[in-house]
Each structure stands twice: as C-alpha cells, then as structure tokens.
C-alpha cells in the first residue's frame, strides 16, 4: 500500500516537480550573475534531461524506495547515499551535453543529479530529517563505457593523465588483497572511532593486465630479469569483498595518484565491478573436423593419434604417447568451478630436460597456464599493505594465479617436508587457509581467511637424483617403483603417477635427432603434422573441449563403480587397509570425464572408462605392485602406432583388456553382476 503511495505521489506531484524545478532554476539564473547565461542555461537544462532519464529509466522508482528506507530507518544519518545506475548509450541518445558530461566530468555530472534529487525529496517530503543539498551523496554508475581505446585505462599508455578525473574502464586479475578498514565518506581518510556515523568500510586490490600471465608461462627457471607491474584499486562501502583473489575481473573507475612519501603510486577508485568468465572458440580447426570423421567408427582411434601428434615441435611425433595423452586429459579437465574434476599428474623420469620442455610447451595451451618460480611461494601468503595503512594484504602467488588452469611446481624433490606437506593437504581438500595475526596488522583479533584452490598441478621426479638421496628399499613387488622419497599420503592424492619410457641412457634414435635439429634451428618445422596442426591449433581445441559439458552413462558408470570396489578389496596391506585411497573414484571419473571432451562427446562411454581404469592400473602398479587384473606395462599404448593398421590392432587390444576387466570385476567385485559375454 505505501508503494502505491509513492507511485500515486510520483504521478501527481510530476508536474508539480517540473514547475518547482523551472522556477527554481529561473530563480537560481538570477543568483548566479557571474555565470554566463550560457553555462548555466546548458545546466540547467542538463538538470531537466537528467529528471526525464530517472523516470524513463526507472531510476526514479527506485530512489523513492531507497528514499523510503532511509525514512523509516530509527537510525540518524548525516549522509544519504544513493546510486543511481546510468546507461550512457540511453542518456547520450537522450541528450548528447548530459551524456558526455557523466562520461567526463562524472563528479561534477553528479552534482547535477545531487540537486534534481534533493529538490525531489523536499518537494515530495520523502526524507523527513533532511535539510541540505550536501547531505545528499550521489554515486554515478555507469553500465559501461563506449568500447574505445580512449576509454581504456592503460599503464603502458604514455603520458597517462591521472588529473582528468574521469571513467575509465579495465580488465585485470586480482592478485593481492588487503582486509577490510575504515575510511571516512566524502573526506577519504582513515577515522579511528569506530562509532563515527560517516564511517564505511574500504579494501585496497592490487590487479595485473591477464596478458601479465604470459610471462609466468616462460621456459626459464630464472625471473630475476623481469618485474610484474600491478595497479591498486579501491574498493569501497557496497563493493567491499566484491572481488576474490585470483578471479579476472573488469571494472570501471576513476583513475588517481595517491602520494606516499616520496613515491606516487597510481590507483583506480572502482565504480563497478564485473567478473569475467572465459569463453572458449565456438568451433575446433577444420583439420581436427576432418581427423574425428576418418576415426568415427572406433572411440580410441582419434585420441590416439591426438596424443601421437601432440608437442611435436618438443618431441617427435609417436614418442611419449602415454604421457602426451595424460596430459591432454589434464589440459581439457580445466575450469573455474567449485567441486570441479581435477586431475594432477605426477611424472617420473630420468629425462628432465625433456619432460620439462613437453610440460612447459604444453602449459602455454591455456590462459591460465603457471611456471611456479622455485623462489616464491607456492600459495598465497601475508604482508603489510604497501600503501601505509599498516593491514594484512594477502598475496595471490602460483596456485592462485593458476585458478582453471595449471600451476606446474617443477622437481618434487627439490621441496622440504612442510612445502610437501602444505601441498599433500591442499590436493586433498582443494582449499587453503591464511593466518592474520591480529596483532601484527593493527587488529584486534587474529584471522583465518580461506581460499579455494582451483587448478590441476604438474610435477615430477627424478629418480637418478632421488636414488642418490635416499637408500632404496628392497623387496619390491612385481611392477613397483622405488618412489619412497615422496611422501605416501602425497603420491595418494597425485591424480595419476606416470613413468616416462625414455630414461636418459637409452634416448630413442628419432629423440636425438629432434634435439639436435632443434638445437641448430629452433624455429625448424621438422614434421609435416607440424604445419598441419600447429600449436594455435591445438590450443583452440584445449579451450574448446574442456568446455563441453559431459555426463556419465550408466555402463560406464557401473563399469568403473566394479573396477573401484574389486580393486578396493584386492589391494590391502595389514597396515594401511586398502591401499586404494577414497580419492581413486574421483579419479576415475576425472579421467572418463576428460576422454570424453577429448574425443569431443557429451556421453561418458564405457571405452572411455577403460582408458581411464588402465591408466589408474597402471599408476597403482607403479606404486604398490601389480594387482591380478595383471595388465602390460604400457597397457594404453602398448606398441608404436605408424598407420592405420597399428591403430586397429590398438582397438583390437583394446577390446581384449575390456573383457579382460569384465572377467576382472565378476570374480573380485564384491555384490557386482556384469556379464563378461554381454557383448
């Protein structure tokens, strides 16, 4: 009843409004002799449009209400605050003057709308304990700017002026911020009485441009020869804990300098914050088209030649396919979601320099890609903010920065227990907590503040250096790797441990001579598959299939559920129980999940379970001995694939393990009826 009120009160009392305006600002001409008739009648008439667009655009609604809270509130207020939204497209249709005026001269445009909006409440009695037009604050938010280089806030931009006090618009990811503090509205300075009425909360954000992330990408373990240059933002009352670190935002702000010391550091007071979320190509590269047609009758063949192509600007192409292929699952199985499949990979070798190559090649297929620096930290720490307020600002750091992608950590073993530790409980619970202590930052309490980790992690280890380290164990069992260097909890909760097949002593011929022709040429196209699917291209694809969307059938789902139990029930020490850890499952579903957008499908099948549970198998047998599912070394890809007839062998074996498994799964599976002649 009382909004229909005000609906009736705006109805009325328009005209009413409209004529007290005209002959207040006839009143105001009068008042204002030093002016010019001009300025001041363009003003005036700004006044009058910026009336028309409130009540066109439904702002006008929307402040009577925002009026009524105020009104009805027990509370006193000194200030009242308002934000009125502005589409700068609409306004500049409906008065170019206006329009540009908000875009820039946006705190003078909003002394415009600051006095439209205080003759409004006086004239319709909405705020009863209002007296002055400066107790009135008007906050401008303009829905987006017009898409112009000239409205793009650039620290590469030279000269850059910080004095014009207008909107400008920027994208960033936000890689430290500061807790929350108090600041005084309207004067802009830190109040140390916490009751004071005109007291708000504030955070300061550090943010770099994302194309910054470029460079973490790199091949060189040294960063000594570069500086990330990041920009402050403010945030402020109704924006505070708006942004999360680590996240890509864009906003839009007025950009200023702010002097501390002898250093003058440029920041931007946000006006409006937008998260941006990635998209991927809408399509895949018409060779990669052309690949799926010729392989559409088997569900392996086109991963297969994927994983056999894949890097060969690193490695000729038919080398390392397992580890190709598990890397392509990780790739595609990348995403910002809470609760996502991720799938770490840990790799053991005594080939470094290769392997390090093939992961960095493959970390630059995506946005979010990270080279962590042995120097830094891994997750995100605490400092003092730099700008002298004396808080806590958390630092975002590799994992953080990787959020969707992958954050590659370089030699396991070159980290001491407590990195190990930290990391063995972030991949299990994908979370980290950062401790404030309240005393050091100026507060009164300490904090724990916790950040979600999103991203799949890349190591390896080397074994030549782990032997030399660490007095080998004896009695293994058939199929098991010395890998006690490596903590056992952390190798439970590394997605998949991976052997590589070319230890450094028996280098394969056609590795030696790709190293050797890329260390006379390095920009050489040494294959024909090189040009024909090139490394754009396969980027696309990543960007493109780890977007699909997938979902289990119900055979593979009961396919995988049979393999997981039976395994559960077979793998036990008198010790430990099962040897088989909880995160297996999720495991196993990660990597159906990944074939799937990597065969381009939106259905889990039951070939793609397989793959899966022979490359879990095959992880399992490098850790704890084999199982009596009993598969070959390299039970994916069990022989070199050089035409077509050694991918329908491929497939042959292929279907041979699968009723291998069925076989598996009848005889050990406990309360599971799969028949093995089903097909």
């Known amino acids: 009843m009382a909004c229909l009120m005000h609906t009736f009160i705006i109805i009325v009392a328009w005209p009413v409004l409209m004529l007290f305006l ?18 001041h009648h363009e003003i005036q008439k700004m006044r009058e449009i910026s009336l028309v667009y409130l009540d066109r655009s439904g702002g006008l609604q929307k402040f009577v209400h925002d009026c009524k809270k105020y009104n009805d509130s027990k509370q006193s207020y000194a200030v009242y605050r308002f934000i009125i939204s502005i589409n700068p497209s609409d306004i500049t249709e409906l008065d170019a003057v206006l329009g540009n005026y908000i875009l820039h001269n946006p705190i003078q445009a909003a002394q415009i709308f600051q006095s439209v909006c205080f003759i409004a409440i006086k004239t319709l009695s909405l705020i009863e304990q209002l007296q002055t037009e400066a107790q009135v604050s008007i906050l401008l938010k303009p829905t987006h700017l017009p898409p112009l280089p000239s409205y793009v806030f650039s620290l590469s931009a030279f000269p850059f002026n910080y004095t014009s006090q207008r909107f400008y618009m920027s994208e960033g990811i936000a890689t430290a911020m500061g807790t929350v503090t108090k600041y005084t509205q309207g004067a802009r300075f830190l109040c140390t009485e916490e009751t004071c009425p005109f007291s708000e909360d504030k955070q300061i954000v550090e943010m770099v441009d994302a194309k910054v992330l470029n460079a973490l990408k790199g091949y060189s373990d040294d960063k000594s020869h570069f500086m990330i240059q990041t920009f402050t933002v403010f945030l402020r009352d109704e924006l505070v804990n708006k942004m999360k670190i680590g996240n890509h935002y864009k906003i839009i702000g007025i950009p200023a300098c702010v002097q501390n010391g002898l250093q003058a550091t440029t920041c931007i007071e946000v006006n409006s914050v937008q998260l941006c979320k990635p998209n991927g190509p809408p399509f895949v590269g018409d060779n990669f088209k052309y690949l799926l047609s010729l392989t559409s009758s088997s569900c392996w063949k086109f991963t297969a030649i ?19 292929l598990t890397i392509l699952l990780s790739l595609v199985q990348t995403c910002e979601k809470e609760n996502a499949n991720y799938l770490d990979l840990l790799i053991v070798t005594s080939d470094t320099l290769v392997i390090d190559r093939l992961l960095n090649y493959s970390l630059c297929l995506l946005p979010r890609g ?3 620096p042995p120097s830094s930290d891994i997750f995100p720490s605490v400092s003092k903010d730099k700008h002298g307020t004396g808080s ?12 969707g992608g992958v954050c590659y ?34 507060e009164e309490a300490d904090q724990q503040v916790t950040i979600s980790v999103q991203t799949n992690f890349w190591s390896f280890v ?6 030399k380290k660490h007095i080998q164990k004896e009695n293994f069992l058939i199929g098991q790797m010395d890998v006690s260097l490596i903590p056992p909890n952390l190798l439970d909760v590394f997605g998949l441990l991976i052997y590589n097949e070319f230890p450094s002593c028996q280098l394969s011929s056609p590795l030696v001579h790709h190293i050797l022709k890329k260390a006379i040429n390095p920009e050489a196209m040494l294959y024909k598959v090189s040009q024909q699917f090139r490394m754009q291209d396969f980027e696309e694809f990543i960007l493109f299939a780890r977007n699909l969307h997938v979902e289990l059938s119900s055979e593979a789902e009961n396919l995988i559920q049979g393999y997981y139990l039976a395994s ?8 430990r129980g099962s040897t088989l ?22 259905k889990v099948l039951e070939e793609d379970a397989l793959i899966a549970i022979l490359l879990l198998e095959s992880s399992l047998t490098l850790k704890h001995g084999k199982s009596a599912l009993c598969i070959a070394p390299n039970p994916v890809f069990p022989f070199d694939l050089s035409d077509e007839n050694s991918l329908q062998q491929r497939d042959s074996y292929l279907m041979q393990c699968h009723q291998q498994l069925l076989k598996f799964i009848a005889a050990y599976g406990p309360g599971i009826h799969i028949n093995p002649n089903e097909e």
């Not at 994927?306 to 190709?324: E, H």
């Not at 559960?568 to 010790?575: E, I, P, T, V």
């Open 392 to 403: 806590a600002s958390i630092q975002a750091c590799s994992a953080v920065l990787a959020k």
């Open 462 to 467: 080397d074994v030549d250096s782990s032997s």
């Open 370 to 372: 990270i080279r962590h």
């Open 581 to 602: 850890s909880a995160s297996a499952l999720k495991i196993l579903i990660s990597l159906s999940k990944a074939h799937t957008k990597l065969s381009l499908r939106n």
């Open 306 to 324: 994927l994983a056999n192509i894949f890097a060969s600007q690193v490695v000729p192409p038919g080398t390392c396919n397992t580890l190709k």
């Open 409 to 442: 950590i370089g030699d396991l073993s070159s980290y001491k227990k407590d990195k190990l530790e930290l990391l063995q409980s972030v991949l299990e619970s994908r979370m980290t907590t950062v401790f404030i202590p309240g005393k050091k930052y100026g």
């Open 568 to 575: 559960r029930r077979l793998r036990r020490d008198s010790l």
């Open 22 to 39: 005209h002959s207040l600002f006839q009143h105001f001409d009068k008042e204002c002799e030093d002016l010019s008739w001009r300025m």
